[in-house]
T-cell receptor, first 114, second 109 residues
Framework: GAGVSQTPSNKVTEKGKYVELRCDPI?????LYWYRQSLGQGPEFLIY????????DSGLPNDRFFAVRPEGSVSTLKIQRTERGDSAVYLC????????????FGPGTRLTVL | GQSLEQPSEVTAVEGAIVQINCTYQ??????LSWYQQHDGGAPTFLSY????GLEETGRFSSFLSRSDSYGYLLLQELQMKDSASYFC??????????FGKGTRLSVIA
């Protein structure tokens, strides 16, 4: 079946602009995760959804970052007033039920803030 | 919190065996995962060890010693396509993964 998909694959924006990044998880997966990966580093956790609710948003760096999953499937990561330091690859992952279930990653969105 | 240590780079010859070590510090341990990531690609799940011992999946094996807070990934019969970054990861208090910084494996002819 289809894996995790993310759009756009690349996003270039100017400092101060607003961006939305989309994630389509594997069908039937209740758990969805957002990570951020900078060059030469491992993925860094941002936020975790179980169904429609954010079960853990402790990784969001500040209040410019927000994510939603209104119907328990597709999720959107929203970044307001982007800064150059936000430039990274934003990865989405899903798992069947959360917990120790294997997380399957999408290809990521490469965000570049000029 | 959680922290993981793994070597930053490893180089090995095609056809050889390579071991990538990972030591971890956690405030609650559920298991150790390994992921492979090719340049520009998504992390891909390789293995998960919840109990001590060796798990084998084809050319890849993963080992865990909970008493030593240590694990390793063993790659046998190396192929050029195995050149990638390898990450060890542990679940945090809930379920998000905490990743190491990754080991970049270069397979040379």
């Amino acid at each position: 079946g289809a894996g995790v998909s993310q759009t756009p694959s690349n996003k270039v924006t100017e400092k101060g602009k607003y961006v939305e990044l989309r994630c389509d998880p594997i069908s039937g997966h209740t758990a969805l995760y957002w990570y951020r990966q900078s060059l030469g580093q491992g993925p860094e956790f941002l936020i975790y959804f179980q169904g429609t609710g954010a079960a853990d948003d402790s990784g969001l760096p500040n209040d410019r970052f927000f994510a939603v999953r209104p119907e328990g499937s597709v999720s959107t990561l929203k970044i307001q007033r982007t800064e150059r330091g936000d430039s990274a690859v934003y990865l989405c992952a899903s798992s069947l039920r959360g917990g120790a279930d294997t997380q399957y990653f999408g290809p990521g969105t490469r965000l570049t803030v000029l | 919190g959680q922290s993981l240590e793994q070597p930053s780079e490893v180089t090995a010859v095609e056809g050889a065996i390579v071991q990538i070590n990972c030591t971890y510090q956690t405030s609650g341990f559920y298991g150790l995962s390994w992921y492979q990531q090719h340049d520009g690609g998504a992390p891909t799940f390789l293995s998960y060890n919840a109990l001590d011992g060796l798990e084998e999946t084809g050319r890849f094996s993963s080992f865990l010693s909970r008493s030593d807070s240590y694990g390793y990934l063993l790659l046998q019969e190396l192929q050029m396509k195995d050149s990638a970054s390898y990450f060890c990861a542990v679940p945090s208090g809930n379920t998000p993964l905490v990743f190491g910084k990754g080991t970049r494996l270069s397979v040379i002819a």
